[in-house]
C-alpha cells in the first residue's frame, strides 16, 4: 500500500491509498516511501483533515485501474474517493510521460488527465511455455481474458507484451495484419510457433 496526494499542491487536502503487487513496485521502481507533502505537514497538522493521520485502509472498496506502460500492464487499487487526478499526478512521478491509465469503466486516460477514447481495446501476445505457442488475439478487458485462458489451460499462460489501440475496428485489423504476417508459423487458430521472428517483433515493442 502506499499514500498518495489528493491534492499534490495543496497538502491540507491530506492523502489517500493506493495499491500495486510488490512485484510491480520492484519492477517498475514505484517508490513505497511518504509523499513529501506527509512529511513537511508534520510540523502542523492542526489543519489537516484527521489532524494530519493518514487513511486507514481496513476492509473499505477500492476501485481498480490498469496502467499501460508502453504495453507492459500494472494493476492499480485505488480508494474510492481519489480522484483520477490525484492517481495520474502520483503516477507520473515515477513512470513514462507516454503511459496510459485505463479506469474501471473502461475508458483511457493519458496522465495529463486527457479523456483518450471510450473504450480501450489491445492486441496481446500470451505464451504458452509448455508447447511453446503465442496466441495473438484482442480483448477489451485483458486481465479477465487472461484469467479466462488460464482457466481453460493445464500450462501456465504469461502475457508477453500488449499493444493499445483506439477502437474495435483497429484492434481487428492489427490482429489480423498480425496473422497474415506471421502466417507460416501458424499453429491452429489464435496460436502461432513461438520463433526468433515473432519473438523479435514482440521484444522490439
Same mark, same amino acid.
Given at each position: 500500500?502506499?499514500?498518495?496526494?489528493?491534492?499534490?499542491?495543496?497538502?491540507?487536502? @491530506?492523502?489517500?491509498?493506493?495499491?500495486?503487487?510488490?512485484?510491480? /513496485?520492484?519492477?517498475?521502481?514505484?517508490?513505497?516511501?511518504?509523499?513529501?507533502?506527509?512529511?513537511?505537514?508534520?510540523?502542523?497538522?492542526?489543519?489537516?483533515?484527521?489532524?494530519?493521520?493518514?487513511?486507514?485502509?481496513?476492509?473499505? @472498496? /477500492?476501485? !481498480?485501474?490498469?496502467?499501460?506502460?508502453?504495453?507492459?500492464?500494472?494493476?492499480? &487499487?485505488?480508494?474510492?474517493?481519489?480522484?483520477?487526478? /490525484?492517481?495520474?499526478?502520483?503516477? !507520473?512521478?515515477?513512470?513514462?510521460?507516454?503511459?496510459? %491509465?485505463?479506469?474501471?469503466?473502461? &475508458?483511457?486516460?493519458?496522465?495529463? @488527465?486527457? !479523456?483518450?477514447?471510450?473504450?480501450?481495446?489491445?492486441?496481446?501476445?500470451?505464451?504458452?511455455?509448455?508447447?511453446? /505457442?503465442?496466441?495473438?488475439? &484482442?480483448?477489451?478487458?485483458?486481465?479477465?481474458?487472461?484469467?479466462?485462458?488460464?482457466?481453460?489451460?493445464?500450462?501456465?499462460?504469461?502475457? %508477453? !507484451?500488449?499493444?493499445?489501440?483506439?477502437?474495435?475496428?483497429?484492434?481487428?485489423?492489427?490482429?489480423?495484419?498480425?496473422?497474415?504476417?506471421?502466417?507460416?508459423? &501458424?499453429?491452429? @487458430?489464435?496460436?502461432?510457433?513461438?520463433?526468433?521472428?515473432?519473438?523479435?517483433?514482440?521484444?522490439?515493442?
Amino acid at each position: 500500500m502506499i499514500y498518495v496526494d489528493r491534492d499534490p499542491n495543496d497538502p491540507y487536502q @491530506g492523502w489517500g491509498w493506493v495499491e500495486v503487487t510488490t512485484e510491480d /513496485a520492484k519492477r517498475f521502481g514505484i517508490p513505497t516511501g511518504y509523499p513529501y507533502t506527509y512529511l513537511i505537514s508534520r510540523s502542523n497538522p492542526i489543519n489537516l483533515p484527521n489532524n494530519g493521520n493518514l487513511p486507514y485502509r481496513g476492509k473499505v @472498496g /477500492a476501485k !481498480k485501474f490498469t496502467l499501460n506502460l508502453d504495453g507492459e500492464l500494472v494493476t492499480i &487499487r485505488a480508494q474510492k474517493s481519489l480522484t483520477i487526478p /490525484a492517481i495520474c499526478a502520483w503516477i !507520473k512521478t515515477w513512470a513514462s510521460p507516454t503511459a496510459k %491509465l485505463v479506469t474501471p469503466g473502461n &475508458r483511457t486516460h493519458s496522465l495529463d @488527465g486527457e !479523456k483518450l477514447s471510450h473504450q480501450t481495446h489491445f492486441v496481446y501476445f500470451i505464451l504458452n511455455e509448455d508447447s511453446h /505457442a503465442i496466441k495473438i488475439g &484482442r480483448a477489451t478487458n485483458l486481465a479477465k481474458r487472461m484469467r479466462s485462458l488460464q482457466t481453460a489451460s493445464p500450462a501456465e499462460l504469461k502475457l %508477453l !507484451k500488449s499493444i493499445q489501440v483506439d477502437g474495435a475496428k483497429a484492434a481487428q485489423a492489427l490482429e489480423q495484419s498480425l496473422h497474415r504476417q506471421f502466417s507460416d508459423i &501458424r499453429l491452429t @487458430g489464435e496460436w502461432f510457433k513461438a520463433e526468433a521472428d515473432l519473438l523479435q517483433y514482440i521484444s522490439q515493442l
